[in-house]
C-alpha cells in the first residue's frame, strides 16, 4: 500500500482553471497571439506545457477561450451602453468614452484585445486574423444596428446609411485601442472620441445625401 507521501506525489497538482484562462487572457492582451510564447503562458498560469495542452487544448484554443473570456468580461462594459442608451448619438458617445476609461485602465493591459491581438507579436497565422475580424465585424453589426433603430424610430433621417456611420465610429474606437496601446493617457484617448462625436450632424447628413 502506499503511504501518503507516495499518493500526493502521485496526484496531478491541482490548478484554478478560471484563473489561469485570465493570466492567459492577460499575456495575450500584452504580446498579442504571436508574440505569447509557450513559456509566457506556461509561467503566467503557473502550470507546465503537458497540463496547458490537457486542460485548454492548443494554443489557437486557449487563445480562442482567452478571447472568449475577454468578451464576457470586458464586452459588456463598453457594448451594454448601445441597449441602455436613449439615442444611438448618445450610445456611441457612451461607447468612446467607456473605451477610453477600459483602454486606459492601469489595472489592464492597455488597448483592446480584440483589436490588438492580431497585430502585435508577429503573424499570428491566417485562423487567428480570421477570427478576431469574425469578432469585429460582430461590433460593427451590434453598432449599425443601433442606428437603424433610431432610423425606424424617426429619430434619425430616412435613408440614413447606418452602415457608413457605424464603419466611421467604429473606427475610431479600434483607433483609439492602438492610440492606448502607444500611449495610456486616459485625457488624450477620451479628447479623441469627443472631437469625433463633434463630427456626428456633419456625417448623419451627409450619409443621407450619398444615397
Known amino acids: 500500500m502506499a503511504d501518503a ?17 485570465r493570466r492567459a487572457m492577460e499575456v495575450f492582451w500584452t504580446k498579442g497571439f504571436a508574440g505569447a510564447s509557450l513559456s509566457d503562458l506556461t509561467t503566467a498560469m503557473g502550470i507546465n506545457a503537458p497540463s496547458l495542452y490537457a486542460a485548454f ?3 489557437e484554443e486557449l487563445f480562442e477561450a482567452a478571447v472568449d473570456l475577454y468578451a464576457a468580461t470586458e464586452g459588456p462594459i463598453l457594448w451594454g451602453h448601445l441597449a441602455q442608451a436613449p439615442t444611438a448619438k448618445e450610445a456611441v458617445r457612451r461607447l468612446l468614452d467607456a473605451s477610453a476609461i477600459a483602454y486606459t485602465d492601469p489595472k489592464n493591459p492597455p488597448g483592446c484585445l480584440v483589436v490588438l491581438g492580431a497585430i502585435i507579436g508577429g503573424d499570428p497565422g491566417d485562423s487567428v486574423v480570421a477570427s478576431l475580424a469574425a469578432r469585429r465585424a460582430e461590433g460593427l453589426d451590434q453598432l449599425t444596428e443601433r442606428i437603424e433603430q433610431d432610423v425606424r424610430a424617426g429619430l434619425l433621417p430616412e435613408g440614413l446609411d447606418a452602415r457608413a456611420v457605424a464603419s466611421f465610429y467604429f473606427t475610431v474606437q479600434q483607433g483609439m485601442s492602438l492610440q492606448a496601446r502607444d500611449n495610456p493617457n486616459r485625457a488624450t484617448v477620451r479628447a479623441t472620441g469627443d472631437a469625433a462625436m463633434l463630427a456626428w450632424d456633419g456625417l448623419v447628413a451627409a450619409s443621407v445625401t450619398r444615397r
Open 5 to 21: 507521501t507516495t499518493t500526493r506525489r502521485g496526484r496531478p497538482r491541482a490548478f484554478d482553471r478560471d484563473s489561469a484562462l
Open 57 to 59: 487544448g492548443t494554443k
